[in-house]
Nanobody, 120 residues
Framework: QVQLVEFGGGLVQPGGSLRLSCAASGSILSIHTMNWYRQAPGKQRELVTNITRSGSTNYADSVKGRFIISRDNTKNTMYLQMNSLKPEDTAVYYC??????????????WGPGTLVTVSS
């Protein structure tokens, strides 16, 4: 059993910053690529950014230069530092990861999501 939980969502004014965390727990042997997705009201879920176990990163064009993804493999935790937030960043943010369990199963795990609202 593996669980992912996001923390840190909330209401922030345009131009502000917010830091999200994603903590993985359970029977984890290793975690490979970790992803942040988001889904805005009435829109499809989109990939925002991801990070490999070794630290290589990718960003959607819409967040390049504003968002920073990082992870701590010792804590099975991923972070998303969001700066210069815009109203169009308003969405539910989801953590996703490919997890290998102690029993050698590969799981595509998702968190329940955390709401980020950017509004004055």
């Amino acid at each position: 059993q593996v669980q992912l939980v996001e923390f840190g969502g909330g209401l922030v004014q345009p131009g502000g910053s917010l830091r999200l965390s994603c903590a993985a727990s359970g029977s984890i042997l290793s975690i490979h690529t970790m992803n942040w997705y988001r889904q805005a009201p009435g829109k499809q879920r989109e990939l925002v950014t991801n990070i490999t176990r070794s630290g290589s990163t990718n960003y959607a064009d819409s967040v390049k230069g504003r968002f920073i993804i990082s992870r701590d493999n010792t804590k099975n935790t991923m972070y998303l530092q969001m700066n210069s937030l815009k109203p169009e960043d308003t969405a539910v943010y989801y953590c996703n990861a490919m997890v290998v369990t102690i029993s050698q199963r590969a799981l595509d795990a998702w968190g329940p999501g955390t709401l980020v609202t950017v509004s004055s």
